[in-house]
């Protein structure tokens, strides 16, 4: 029976990415089948949600292409798994840390960790877009260095990668306040190493990085290219690594995206977990700016929050920025915040406000209002999801520049100019009777508007 499993692991590995497979389909163990049910089994309550949610369907399509029973699977969890067999780095000379260890320890989490006690996954807003980085983050804070080990999370520039990683030191050392934590990011290390180097301080440098319980590196990207960085961070991580002790680390890229990144490294991020954080969609935008404007008692009108969400692309602390430099205008000039003033405020620094309107700039507010592709608004589809938007950006088309009806269809896939002046009736009538579409339409117009 086990031959089918191990046949069912082949055909999953030709159709999954090989980082999924290594993540969610290798720690599946294979229990018995009993007639049309598999039991499986696997490490935690993380994976087993993860893998019911996006893979049992393929699992059970996989299994039973095999066989002439349509099977279905059962997945258990181990509660006393054994310590899974890991790479093993390769042998490095031992240093005097053992020896120098008492001498040379860390001397106090509150000295040593650089953990900023702000950031927290409490103040952490949660979206389809850092879902699956937060609940890694989460199971390695509860659980460090027993299921993902390294973490490596990876995104652009301003989307939440340092909050993330300080809020998984804090957790921890909320849970045990003994363990040993260091929050690095690359470039400081780097500097600590070229003074340990100066001063021939290298022993002292090497106990501090391999005598602690959990290392955090933000950036890591910024060690690529630097020889004598990659070759001292490759053996603490070796060392940490053997140890059982978690490392966390975060970059820009992806890391086999991350050039003159030595090939040793690469491998060995790619060892635990690998998660992503995208750029967050309008309504996780409109939740951070309710939380951050909560926390500095800024009283945010919901059409500039939406006007704020929808000026802002990705970079989450720019959008802090934006909130900061307006409730501070409003604090010190006893105004209180309306659309108007956010605008004029900001009008200097955002770049979309200064625009001209065209049916394209149109389009792409309303594609990511209603979460689809600009390329949906200009196709055939007749999908309900996808009418209405089509219809609304028509009628902001046409009401808001001076496009005449053929021009309008024309940008919309080549539609006829009947097709565009039903639609803008449709939507002046709709907009009489439904409350919640003038709204909307309402909040899309202003912040499209100059």
């Not at 950031?119 to 460090?144: C, D, I, K, L, R």
């Not at 005598?211 to 950036?219: G, N, P, R």
């Amino acid at each position: 029976m086990k031959n089918i499993w191990q046949t069912t692991l082949k055909k999953l590995e030709k159709n999954i990415s090989p980082q999924n497979f290594s993540t969610w389909i290798k720690p599946i163990n294979f229990i018995s089948i009993t007639d049309d049910q598999v039991n499986l089994e696997v490490p935690n309550k993380f994976i087993k949600g993860w893998i019911k949610d996006n893979y049992q369907k393929v699992i059970e399509e996989a299994i039973s292409d095999i066989g002439t029973v349509n099977y279905r699977i059962s997945i258990s969890i181990n509660d006393n798994p054994e310590i899974r067999e890991k790479p093993q780095p390769e042998k490095q000379e031992k240093t005097e840390i053992e020896t120098n260890k008492k001498n040379l320890s860390l001397k106090g989490n509150d000295q040593f960790s650089n953990i900023n006690k702000k950031y927290t996954f409490e103040s952490f807003v949660s979206g389809p877009s850092n879902q699956f980085a937060h609940a890694a983050a989460m199971a390695v804070a509860n659980n460090p260095a027993t299921t993902y080990n390294p973490l490596f999370i990876y995104g652009g520039v301003g989307l939440g990668k340092t909050h993330i990683v300080h809020a998984i030191g804090n957790e921890i050392l909320n849970k045990n306040n003994n363990l040993k934590i260091c929050y690095y990011s690359s470039e400081k290390f780097t500097n600590e190493l070229i003074n340990s180097l100066r001063h021939a301080k290298m022993d002292e440098f090497r106990n501090k990085f391999r005598s602690i319980d959990v290392l955090l590196i933000d950036d890591i990207q910024f060690i690529a290219g630097k020889k004598s960085t990659q070759e001292e961070f490759f053996h603490t991580f070796n060392a940490l690594y053997e140890s059982h002790k978690q490392i966390v680390v975060t970059s820009d890229k992806f890391p086999k995206e991350i050039p003159d990144l030595e090939e040793r490294l690469r491998s060995r991020f790619e060892w635990g977990l690998i998660a992503d954080i995208q750029a967050p969609d309008i309504e996780t935008k409109q939740a951070i700016l309710k939380m951050k404007a909560d926390q500095n008692n800024i009283e945010l009108p919901e059409d500039v929050s939406f006007f704020l969400a929808n000026s802002v692309i990705s970079n989450v602390r720019e959008l802090e920025g934006y909130l900061i430099r307006i409730g501070a205008f409003s604090s010190l000039t006893s105004t209180p915040i309306n659309l108007e003033m956010a605008k004029n405020i900001l009008k200097d620094i955002i770049i979309e406000q200064n625009k001209e309107i065209t049916v394209e700039n149109i389009q792409k507010t309303v594609a990511t209002h209603y979460q689809i592709k600009t390329s949906d608004l200009k196709s055939s589809k007749r999908l309900k999801t996808l009418v209405l938007p089509r219809q609304v950006a028509m009628y902001i088309s046409r009401k808001l520049t001076s496009s005449s009806y053929p021009e309008i269809g024309t940008k919309f896939g080549g539609k006829d100019h009947s097709t565009i002046i039903h639609a803008i009736k449709k939507i002046e009538k709709n907009l009489e009777e439904d409350l919640q579409l003038r709204t909307t339409v309402e909040k899309l117009i202003n912040s499209i508007k100059p």
